[in-house]
Nanobody, 115 residues
Framework: QVQLVESGGGLVQDGGSLRLSCAAS????????MRWFRQAPGKQRELVAS???????DYADSVKGRFTISRDNAKNTVYLQMNSLKPEDTAVYYC?????????WGQGTQVTVSS
């Protein structure tokens, strides 16, 4: 069974930084497409960043140049480094593991950016 455990969320001021972690078990992150989504109150869940099995990264336009997705294969963990945070980045952030027809989700971690 695949389990994803996120950590690293919190309260930060406008312009600050946070690093989210997603520790995976039951599935090797380097053999899956790993993604970060976020959902703000009253809004749909949106894709923020992804990293393919080959290491290709993609980002939503709203976070390009500010967020960086990476993975540590030895720790089987995926990260989301978030810099220059803005109040509009406030949301619950979810880690997602996608392979084949399957998707697995973490429980989410709250990120709040104060102005």
């Amino acid at each position: 069974q695949v389990q994803l455990v996120e950590s690293g969320g919190g309260l930060v001021q406008d312009g600050g930084s946070l690093r989210l972690s997603c520790a995976a078990s039951g599935r090797t992150v380097s053999r899956s497409v790993m993604r970060w989504f976020r959902q703000a109150p009253g809004k749909q869940r949106e894709l923020v960043a992804s990293i393919s099995t080959g290491g290709r990264t993609d980002y939503a336009d709203s976070v390009k140049g500010r967020f960086t997705i990476s993975r540590d294969n030895a720790k089987n963990t995926v990260y989301l480094q978030m810099n220059s945070l803005k109040p509009e980045d406030t949301a619950v952030y979810y880690c997602n593991c996608h392979y084949g027809w399957d998707d697995y989700w973490g429980q989410g971690t709250q990120v709040t950016v104060s102005s």
